[in-house]
């Protein structure tokens, strides 16, 4: 499997101006994995020699969730969202970057871009 969409993509199209979230030495692996999600979801439906501009703007969206959610874990995998360190405290968050979250956000990350493509129907 291929990833769908290259840096330049990313730097030039996607972000339009803003802010990278994903270093050029990191994207091939967020893109690898965000094009992961987008295959299993559309049942390898998309033809790599012609990729479309949605799959490859999802494809950019869900990298930056994967990359984000990842920047935020610690070392044994829980996000920590406050830390004291006079008495070695730490609060870890339970809500909007949980892995549960995150998954609901890159199934609304597929559907706002590939919900009318044709590309989610489950039929034959």
């Not at 290259?6 to 094009?35: C, H, P, R, T």
Request: with cysteine.
């Amino acid at each position: 499997m291929t990833a769908y969409v290259e840096y330049e993509f990313y730097a030039n199209d996607y972000l339009n101006g803003k802010q990278n979230v994903i270093d050029e030495k990191d994207f091939s692996y967020w893109a690898f994995m965000a094009s992961a999600e987008i295959a299993r979801n559309t049942f390898n439906r998309i033809d790599t020699a012609a990729i479309p501009d949605e799959a490859r703007y999802c494809c950019c969206e869900i990298a930056e969730k994967l990359c984000a959610f990842e920047k935020m874990k610690d070392d044994s995998g829980r996000i920590l969202q406050s830390y004291g360190n006079d008495g070695e405290t730490g609060t870890y968050m339970a809500g909007d970057m949980t892995e549960n979250a995150v998954n609901n956000s890159i199934h609304k990350i597929i559907r706002k871009w590939l919900g009318n493509t044709g590309l989610l129907y489950c039929g034959v």
